[in-house]
């Protein structure tokens, strides 16, 4: 018993229920096309068909082949399955020509230019049509392309995105070309329009995304301007991240095999990535550019050299005040003795600034000698400031700095620093975060936290810190070590970063199975080639990095 015609007819309704919910479903582009071709010959039951998009190319408007699909030949192009097209394929037909005249010969050209959809019965027999094309493609493959069915795919606001064709519907019980019907029109109708809305969506929420992308471009390049010491930073770290990332996301051994991020995920963490520094831009510049102990808004070691200047001054007068009052004694013996108590005067002082300035200099590690010796010139000489009162050599802010044991920044300036984390967080949180994004603020506000809880600004340890965050963190001490553009030091050798990266493993600081996939894959190498000078990659032998485990 055949079926019924409207029993035929709700089930195509059902199967475009179905193709909707598969379309809105869809992310993937190309995924997208492709199943909208496919969905549309299904429905219809045609042979094969082609998927054009409207696009702006050299600066005309023009109708590109995206997917093209044919049973009877078995193509497939484009699409995100399909092969690639032929190098001399003609990818684009143009809605106008040269000279500015709308080219109506072709059936998809006319469908766009007067927003219909055409319905061909026999290519062979159509004048209103030019099919040459078409022929001389059956004569090549020994196909026949008879009936044509076109259908302009419009947006939410009536605008023409694109364009479907089917060619050569066939009876579903004889397999013979036959034509499209009026039912089959208006199911391609609706098809189209559900195709529209999906991809329409797609591209607003690539647009989206760009938008986004964008604005965090725009924080970035702010921070770049603001400090040329840290934009090259908010860079590289998110590259490295998602480096890191891919890595882990491949690695077979032990916990990390469960590590399966999908592409929303992973974007999630490269969105931190790219946001995890997003609150210096209000950390006061001289504090993040200080590159050296005493420097605020200009480095006051001047000031200093200075003072050093005006003990020199000092010392030649009580000289030449000595010399005369031995020449008026006529007791040139004395002379002698003056000029070298003067020559040993400006040795100590020379040893002295020299000292100072040394000092000035951040370093990993300051002694408490060399502290103490700072305290001791500040206090064991004097000077008449331009208030004409005498003063310690030294202020006791100028003492505070110079002694600072590691690197350039004193407790109050890096309280300064580390705040710059808690409000990444307080900004980050205050943002409407989709759900595929809901991680961001907690991944970008945790790149300073380690594994021992000594990290900060929350102090958070192993049981409460994520994979994802474990990556960044990986990732921005990395690029620290290895950047070239600090104010308060040069960029370390690769030798040199590995090792310290290895003893920050032992100390229990970052992820000993990240570090391991870091050293394994070879990641330090491919960032190098990329982002570090050739005097920083010096040979490394992985056997011999604490910390890592081959």
């Not at 230019?113 to 055409?118: D, F, K, P, W």
């Not at 059956?138 to 419009?154: A, E, H, I, N, W």
């Not at 947006?155 to 039912?183: K, Y």
């Not at 409460?464 to 600090?486: G, H, K, M, Q, Y």
């Given at each position: 018993?055949?079926?019924s015609?409207s029993s ?10 179905r193709?909707?919910?598969?379309l809105s479903?869809?992310?993937d582009?190309?995924k997208?096309?492709?199943i909208?071709?496919i969905?549309?010959?299904?429905l219809l039951n045609a042979?094969?068909g082609?998927?054009y998009?409207?696009?702006e190319?050299?600066g ?8 093209i699909?044919?049973?009877s030949?078995?193509i497939?192009m484009g ?5 690639d097209f ?11 020509n040269?000279?500015?005249?709308p ?10 230019l007067h ?8 290519a062979?027999?159509e004048q209103n049509f030019?099919f040459?094309?078409t022929?001389?493609f ?15 795919m419009?947006?939410h606001?009536e ?14 019980e004889?397999?013979?070309?036959q ?11 609706s098809?189209?329009?559900q ?6 969506n797609?591209?607003?929420i ?6 986004f ?6 924080i970035?390049?702010?921070i770049?301007?603001?400090s040329?010491y ?5 860079q ?13 996301q491949?690695?077979?051994?032990g916990?990390?095999?469960d590590?399966?991020p ?13 946001l995890h520094d997003?609150?210096k831009?209000?950390?006061?510049v ?10 605020t808004?200009?480095?006051r ?8 200047e005006v003990l ?9 005040k ?7 004694r006529?007791?040139?013996a004395?002379i002698p003795?003056?000029?070298q108590q ?6 100590e002082l020379?040893?002295?600034r020299s ?7 951040g370093?990993?590690?300051?002694d408490?000698?060399?502290q ?8 064991r ?8 009162q005498e003063?310690?050599?030294l202020?006791e802010?100028?003492?505070h700095?110079?002694?600072?044991a590691?690197g ?5 300036e890096r309280?300064?620093i580390?705040e710059?984390v808690?409000?990444?967080m307080?900004m ?5 975060w989709p759900k ?9 506000g ?13 102090g958070l ?5 994520s994979?994802?965050a474990r ?8 690029e620290?070590?290895t950047a ?5 030091k040069p ?6 970063v ?10 229990h600081?970052?992820?000993?199975d990240?570090?391991?996939?870091f050293?394994?894959?070879g990641?330090?190498?491919d960032?190098a080639r990329?982002h570090?000078?050739?005097?920083q990659?010096?040979?490394v032998?992985v056997n011999?990095?604490p910390g890592?485990?081959?």
């Amino acid at each position: 018993m055949q079926p019924s015609h409207s029993s035929d007819l709700l089930q195509r309704l059902e199967h475009l229920n179905r193709i909707g919910i598969a379309l809105s479903k869809e992310r993937d582009t190309l995924k997208l096309l492709d199943i909208i071709l496919i969905a549309a010959k299904r429905l219809l039951n045609a042979d094969g068909g082609t998927l054009y998009r409207l696009v702006e190319e050299q600066g005309r408007q023009q109708l590109r082949f995206d997917v093209i699909y044919n049973d009877s030949l078995q193509i497939h192009m484009g699409g995100a399955t399909g092969t690639d097209f032929p190098k001399d394929f003609p990818r684009f037909i143009p809605l106008y020509n040269a000279s500015g005249q709308p080219n109506t010969g072709m059936v998809v050209t006319y469908a766009v230019l007067h927003n219909t959809t055409v319905v061909v019965d026999d290519a062979y027999a159509e004048q209103n049509f030019d099919f040459s094309g078409t022929h001389r493609f059956d004569q090549r493959t020994g196909y026949c392309s008879r009936s044509f069915l076109t259908v302009p795919m419009k947006n939410h606001e009536e605008e023409i995105i694109g364009v479907f064709q089917l060619i050569n519907a066939l009876d579903p019980e004889t397999g013979q070309v036959q034509t499209f019907s009026p039912a089959d029109r208006q199911l391609a109708e609706s098809l189209a329009s559900q195709a529209a809305i999906a991809l329409t969506n797609q591209q607003l929420i690539k647009q989206l995304e760009k938008l986004f992308e964008a604005l965090i471009a725009l924080i970035n390049t702010a921070i770049d301007h603001k400090s040329p010491y840290t934009g090259g930073h908010c860079q590289r770290v998110p590259i490295l991240t998602m480096m890191i990332a891919e890595a882990t996301q491949r690695s077979e051994q032990g916990r990390l095999k469960d590590f399966r991020p999908t592409a929303e995920e992973l974007y999630e963490l490269k969105i931190a990535g790219l946001l995890h520094d997003c609150g210096k831009i209000t950390t006061p510049v001289h504090v993040v550019d200080k590159a050296t102990k005493l420097e605020t808004l200009f480095d006051r070691i001047h000031l200093v050299d200075t003072r050093f200047e005006v003990l020199k001054r000092d010392a030649e007068i009580e000289l030449l005040k000595g010399k005369l009052a031995a020449l008026e004694r006529r007791d040139s013996a004395a002379i002698p003795l003056l000029e070298q108590q003067f020559r040993n005067r400006l040795t100590e002082l020379d040893e002295d600034r020299s000292f100072v300035r040394h000092s000035n200099i951040g370093s990993e590690f300051m002694d408490t000698a060399a502290q103490e010796r700072i305290r001791r010139i500040a206090t064991r000489q004097h000077w008449i400031g331009p208030d004409g009162q005498e003063h310690d050599f030294l202020s006791e802010d100028e003492v505070h700095n110079l002694c600072i044991a590691k690197g350039t920044l004193n407790p109050e300036e890096r309280i300064i620093i580390e705040e710059h984390v808690a409000l990444t967080m307080r900004m980050l949180n205050q943002l409407p975060w989709p759900k595929h994004l809901r991680n961001v603020a907690e991944y970008a506000g945790s790149h300073h936290e380690k594994l021992d809880g000594r990290g900060y600004h929350r102090g958070l340890d192993e049981s409460a810190l994520s994979l994802p965050a474990r990556i960044i963190c990986l990732a921005d001490v990395f690029e620290a070590l290895t950047a070239r553009d600090r104010p308060y030091k040069p960029g370390k050798r690769m030798s040199e970063v590995l090792t310290i990266l290895g003893r920050m493993v032992q100390d229990h600081q970052i992820d000993a199975d990240l570090f391991d996939v870091f050293v394994r894959e070879g990641i330090w190498q491919d960032y190098a080639r990329e982002h570090m000078q050739p005097e920083q990659i010096d040979t490394v032998d992985v056997n011999q990095i604490p910390g890592y485990t081959p």
